[in-house]
């Protein structure tokens, strides 16, 4: 059985390994071996499958990440002009397959959809299409207890049940583009864990995700530290955790990968500049020692020697209202306290943060400046000034609906729904900002891919980063500006951010002819 996985790639500059279909392969082929034959196609890499290939095939399988449906449109069109008689099973996955199931089907009334993860119902769909003839397989799909699929059948829309899938029977992903990500500097993934111990974010897609359930899953850890073995072998040297929640419920779990990835190192398995990025909760940094577990830190400093280079952390806010609106466990206080522990630790850092939202206050947009100039953040290379992303899926939809706040159709390829602003200040310095923001943003967000992924050297890593960082503080500059103006009575449209334009305009010149 020949199988084609397409992973249409990002619509930014940055490369992003494309894990999903790599599990998928690797799910088939364990499960199948040499019954199946998969090809992936990665499009920043291989470009996308010919109509021949896509007619050689006996399924196609479509990852669809955001921004993806100009490509997956063009790929059906490629399908569609195939022969009834021999025309591969098309069937889409990922992000907006997961929260547009819907949309998708209404688009594309031939496909199978499959929400969430993909590992087990792909390949029980393949196993099927291998038992039953190629009329009939459509009949007793049905019938045949796959989970976490929708189609159409005469009869209508089916629906399965959605299940989370068994971690510790699924092997590592298949990664036929290594060598070409790291030469391109691209983002390697490895993962250690799905789900998040807290769960409860109401802008956070991942309960739906992960079949409505707060659910932290692990993977075993001799099966991460082997995959961190090869993916050195292979040259990588920088590999972006996809966790959720890295440390999670078990920080005794997290102590234990941590030496076992020392101890490889030691023994010359894992290169010594090899270095990781985790995704954690402030709580997971905070959390103190128990009777069962180590304290946060304990686990942060065994990291920092297995290569822990730099840690994501979700702040969100610095207005404790809208942390509240987003139901985030963490005040403040105990951000601010995170944040000096690994900047004591010298660690780098990657923050997660929502400025502007349609409840906020003029005061809270004031507050969330304050924030940033006193925990030191000004000069961070992240892009601090984001706007919520009121994402399919999550339980701020439902309560914007309940509050008249959501002011259209959801935007399939973008998983977000438009809505409306509470404040009439609010929304025109963010229009105001947002307009201004737009002229660079192509270019700073190629400057932001180059300090990313497989970057050859630390230094220049922080080099590029110091470079965005100064950018992104004149960015403050402008945006504190515009709200100091709007608080004394003014009118955002008329104000003159022509000098920030000018110093902005000159840095991003200087960084792009020294590091592009
Ligand atoms: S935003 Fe982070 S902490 Fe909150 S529910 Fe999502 S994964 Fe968990």
Same mark, same amino acid.
């Given at each position: ?142 019938? +045949? ?16 049940? $959605? ?53 932290? $899953? ?34 005794? $779990? ?83 306290? +995170? ?5 004591? +630790? ?26 940033? $100039? ?14 919520? @992303? ?58 932001? +891919? ?21 950018? @992104? ?44």
């Amino acid at each position: 059985m020949q199988i084609v996985l397409v992973d249409p790639g990002s619509s930014r500059e940055e490369i992003n390994e494309p894990i999903g279909i790599g599990m998928i392969a690797a799910a088939v082929e364990q499960e199948l071996g040499t019954r199946a034959h998969v090809s992936q196609y990665f499009e920043p890499i291989t470009g996308l499958p010919t109509s021949d290939e896509i007619r050689q095939s006996d399924v196609i399988g479509i990852s669809t990440p955001l921004g993806s449906l100009r490509t997956v449109r063009g790929l059906v069109a490629k399908w569609k002009l195939i022969q009834p008689e021999i025309k591969p099973v098309l069937v889409l996955g990922g992000v907006i397959a997961t929260f547009a199931p819907e949309s998708l089907l209404s688009e594309f009334p031939e496909a199978i959809v499959v929400i969430g993860e993909g590992e087990e119902a792909f390949t029980l769909l393949v196993k099927l299409m291998q038992e039953v003839s190629r009329e009939h397989w459509r009949e007793v799909l049905g019938e +045949a207890s796959i989970p976490n699929l929708k189609f159409r059948t005469t009869r209508g829309v089916v629906s399965t049940r $959605r299940k989370n899938v068994d971690l510790s029977k699924y092997p590592a992903p298949s990664r036929p583009f290594l060598k070409q990500l790291v030469s391109l500097g691209g983002i390697v993934r490895a993962e250690s864990s799905r789900g998040c111990s807290y769960g409860r974010c109401t802008f956070c897609a991942i309960q739906h995700k992960y079949n409505d359930k707060i659910e932290w $899953r692990v993977i075993d850890v001799p099966r991460i530290v082997q995959e961190l073995c090869e993916l050195s072998a292979a040259g990588v040297r920088h590999p972006y955790f996809t966790d959720e929640d890295f440390m999670g419920a078990d920080p005794t $779990r997290a102590l234990s990968l941590a030496r076992a990835i020392a101890n490889e190192k030691d023994r010359g398995n894992i290169s010594g500049d090899f270095s990781l990025y985790v995704d954690m909760r402030v709580a997971s940094i905070l959390a103190g020692k128990t009777a069962h577990h180590p304290s946060g830190v304990t686990v942060l400093t065994a990291l920092q020697e297995a290569g822990l280079r730099e840690v994501f952390v979700g702040i969100e806010s610095g207005a404790g209202e809208q942390a509240k609106r987003y139901r985030k466990p963490a005040t403040t206080d105990r951000n601010l306290r +995170a944040l000096q522990i690994l900047r004591r +630790a010298g660690l780098s850092m990657d923050i997660g943060f929502i400025f502007f939202d349609p409840e906020m206050t003029l005061q809270e947009a004031a507050t969330n400046l304050t924030f940033l $100039r006193s925990s030191g953040l000004w000069f961070h290379d992240a892009r601090l000034t984001k706007e919520v @992303r009121l994402e399919a899926g999550t339980p701020l939809v439902d309560d914007y609906q309940q509050k008249n706040l959501i002011a259209g159709p959801l935007d399939v390829d973008q998983l977000t729904f438009p809505y409306r602003w509470r404040s009439t200040q609010v929304e025109s310095v963010h229009e105001v900002f947002r307009a201004w923001e737009a002229i660079e943003q192509e270019s700073i967000y190629r400057l932001q +891919a180059a300090t990313r992924g497989e970057v050859p050297t630390g230094t220049q890593r922080q080099e590029r980063r110091e470079a965005l960082g100064t950018i @992104r503080a004149v960015e403050l500059d402008a945006l504190e500006m515009l709200i100091t103006l709007t608080q004394q009575g003014g009118d955002p449209l008329t104000v003159d951010l022509s000098k920030f334009s000018r110093r902005r305009g000159d840095l991003v010149c200087m960084a792009l002819e020294k590091f592009l």
